[in-house]
């Protein structure tokens, strides 16, 4: 029996199988996954989850008797092993084989490791799946003093939830400011200094030149300025890389992912790829990239699904962003790439803001603070190709939903 074989069981993969199946797909549907819990939600592994405010079971995207509904077989706790492309078969690490006419890779990415002195010894943590979080929230529990090396979204929500709990926490960011590739230089001073406030060292600039042990123990770090820092716990979030070795070994084409067009094929018609571990051009970031996102990964993933029951829709969502980090939520949609230009509108006494981002006059994203309004006309302006001028934008009583009625009826 084959049909469609969906390899990983998160949002791009899970999205894929829906979209497919409720769009008219009537053949077998698998999704196989090497974990062993029901498809769940990520986003809140850093958040809610370590703070003791939502469970494995709160977690969880949809229960069995969904899956069994829409005829979505669920193969959990098995790990795919190779793909054959010109058989239509893919193998199990238990020798298992499951044939396919359409198969979708959604096998996401996974933590970067740290390579310096003591990066292997306990204590050293990383946050990716549910497995890490109990790890991490159960280390939490027991820690003082906590590093976490990168200033990126994992790195930040992991800090604050950390101090939350009433643990001293130190943050080290190799670059020259928090979250430099995803936000305006605005944003992350408001950041660093929130953070500030709440308690958390952050030291930018900042590499980890050795993590030093005692008994096979984490108790400290030390950085390339010398500085060493009591640690009883280290969570290192450093970036991600693309699960993309199966399709590689395949023989499908692969560059910092899995290279996809705008339907999410590969070079093979029949299989297809979403999520974090697919490679695609963007006319938004004006090149090829690689995603990591709940709201891209399902995009994608709907995309997917439509193609595998030939009802085309070409994948061009605008990238959105979003991160919550103390009481603040973080907004970014757009991609900004080299920034030229920036103008805020809002207050940000109020922490109530947004930043506006121009490229050549025109703009690219939009990061906001506690401001859903602004990432809702942006989205739309930004997709439209619509650009206010920086006046316009940093105007808080300009309309901007004027611009898209004025181009909506001069169409």
């Not at 942006?378 to 439209?384: F, T």
Request: hydrophobic fraction near 45%; include cysteine.
């Amino acid at each position: 029996m084959s049909g469609l074989v969906v390899i990983g069981a998160s949002y791009a993969g899970i999205q894929a199988a829906l979209t497919a199946r409720d769009a008219g797909y009537a053949e077998p549907v698998m999704v196989v996954a090497n974990e062993t819990l029901l498809p769940y939600q990520r986003p809140p592994l850093s958040k809610e989850f370590l703070l003791d405010q939502a469970s494995a079971e709160n977690l969880v995207l949809r229960d069995a008797a969904f899956f069994a509904s829409k005829r979505i077989e669920l193969l959990l706790g098995h790990r795919v092993v190779a793909i054959d492309r010109h058989a239509g078969r893919v193998a199990l690490a238990d020798g298992a084989v499951l044939d396919f006419d359409r198969l979708v890779i959604a096998t996401g990415s996974r933590a970067r490791r740290m390579c310096v002195s003591g990066a292997e010894l306990d204590g050293v943590c990383y946050l990716r799946s549910i497995t890490d979080a109990v790890d991490l929230k159960a280390r939490l529990g027991q820690a003082s003093e906590i590093v976490v090396v990168g200033g990126g979204f994992i790195g930040l929500e992991v800090a604050s939830s950390a101090v939350k709990l009433g643990k001293k926490v130190t943050v080290i960011e190799a670059a020259s400011r928090l979250l430099e590739r995803a936000v305006s230089p605005g944003i992350s001073r408001f950041l660093l200094d929130v953070h500030a406030r709440a308690g958390i060292e952050v030291k930018l600039g900042t590499a980890v030149s050795a993590i030093v042990g005692d008994r096979g123990r984490v108790v400290a770090v030390e950085t390339d300025s010398g500085i060493r820092l009591d640690a009883d716990l280290v969570v290192v979030g450093i970036g991600g890389i693309a699960n993309d070795e199966l399709a590689s070994a395949a023989g499908l084409t692969c560059t910092n992912g899995i290279v996809v067009d705008e339907h999410g094929r590969t070079a093979r018609a029949d299989i297809y790829a979403a999520g974090d571990c697919a490679n695609h051009y963007s006319r938004f970031a004006e090149g090829w990239i690689r995603l990591e996102s709940l709201q891209h990964a399902e995009d994608q993933g709907r995309a997917v699904g439509l193609a595998i029951a030939d009802r085309h829709e070409r994948y061009d969502s605008v990238p959105r962003f979003w991160s919550d980090q103390h009481d603040l939520k973080l907004q970014i949609v757009g991609h900004a790439g080299r920034r030229g230009r920036t103008v805020i509108r809002g207050s940000i006494e109020a922490a109530r803001f947004s930043v506006f981002s121009y490229r050549q006059e025109k703009l690219v994203a939009v990061d906001s603070i506690n401001n859903p309004g602004d990432q809702m006309v942006a989205r739309r302006l930004i997709a439209a190709g619509i650009s206010p001028t920086p006046g316009q934008a940093e105007d808080s009583a300009f309309d901007l939903r004027s611009l898209l009625k004025s181009a909506k009826a001069v169409a």
